[in-house]
């Protein structure tokens, strides 16, 4: 790993600021001064800034329970940020992977792993994103049947031209309904439910591709996920 990297992970520095420091003599490697920001350090060697080791934090992956009332976002515009739910090291090196409503909750996952969250997001991949909704006006199976193939079609939302992806759609009850998207569009499985007649009253995601959320998680609570749940990935 290049040192200027290196320098950022293990401390508040930025990529300029860690390159500064070099220039200024205050890095040492192996009780080596060093000024060169491209040089490769390992996890095993002695790094120091003004005198004081270092030590790489590492990529992070976190599971969060989104609540109601929060923004995905880094600088929330209207609401608070899921951030301010986290307590942990350099939380500003983190970012949600992906987004979910201000008014959706369920499961977000958070990385400052760059390569990991693509793989988690991007649409060539076609992780399908699962979610439960409630609707107010009552939904009969024969309705229901109609509404599986129509998601299995694709809705052309409304200002769209291109319909979404195929969809699954499920009624769990006369108010309660499964849906999963592999699509992250605006809204995208609210503006599905409006278009067909059944706008929806709350919804919650239970599940990125094969990872679910943790049941022992409460509203605003996040654990680190385990091995394989990175490497399901």
Same mark, same amino acid.
């Given at each position: 790993m290049r040192l200027d990297r290196f320098l950022s992970e293990a401390t508040e520095l930025t990529r300029s600021q860690a390159k500064r420091a070099l220039r200024q003599l205050e890095v040492s490697v192996d &009780?080596?001064?060093?000024?060169?920001?491209?040089r490769q350090v390992?996890?095993?060697?002695?790094? =120091?800034?003004?005198?004081?080791?270092?030590?790489?934090?590492?990529?992070?992956? $976190?599971?969060?329970?989104?609540? +109601? &009332?929060?923004?995905c976002?880094?600088?929330?515009?209207?609401?608070?940020?899921?951030?301010?739910?986290?307590?942990?090291?350099?939380?500003e090196r983190l970012h949600p992977v992906g987004r979910l409503d201000v008014d959706t909750s369920g499961l977000? $996952?958070?990385?400052?792993?760059?390569?990991?969250?693509?793989?988690?997001?991007?649409?060539?991949?076609?992780?399908?994103?699962?979610?439960?909704?409630?609707?107010?006006?009552?939904?009969?199976?024969?309705?229901?049947? =109609?509404? +599986?193939?129509?998601? #299995?079609?694709?809705?052309?939302?409304? &200002?769209?031209?291109?319909?979404? =992806?195929?969809?699954?759609? #499920?009624?769990?009850g006369p108010h309660e309904v499964l849906i999963g998207v592999t699509e992250g569009r605006y809204h995208q499985v609210r503006r599905m439910m409006t278009a067909v007649g059944y706008p929806l009253t709350s919804l919650h995601r239970e599940a990125i591709g094969p990872l679910s959320l943790d049941p022992?998680?409460?509203?605003?609570?996040?654990?680190?996920? =385990?091995?394989?749940?990175?490497a399901a990935f």
């Open positions: &009780g080596e001064t060093v000024r060169d920001a491209s390992s996890d095993t060697q002695d790094v =120091r800034w003004q005198g004081e080791p270092l030590a790489r934090v590492g990529w992070r992956y $976190l599971m969060l329970h989104k609540p +109601v &009332g929060v923004e976002s880094l600088r929330p515009a209207h609401y608070p940020s899921v951030m301010s739910l986290i307590e942990i090291e350099q939380i977000l $996952l958070i990385s400052d792993d760059g390569q990991w969250t693509h793989r988690v997001t991007s649409p060539n991949r076609a992780c399908v994103k699962r979610y439960r909704g409630e609707i107010a006006e009552a939904m009969s199976e024969s309705v229901a049947a =109609r509404v +599986v193939q129509q998601f #299995e079609k694709g809705i052309t939302l409304q &200002g769209e031209e291109k319909p979404t =992806r195929p969809a699954t759609f #499920e009624r769990v022992m998680l409460e509203p605003g609570e996040c654990r680190h996920l =385990r091995p394989e749940e990175i």
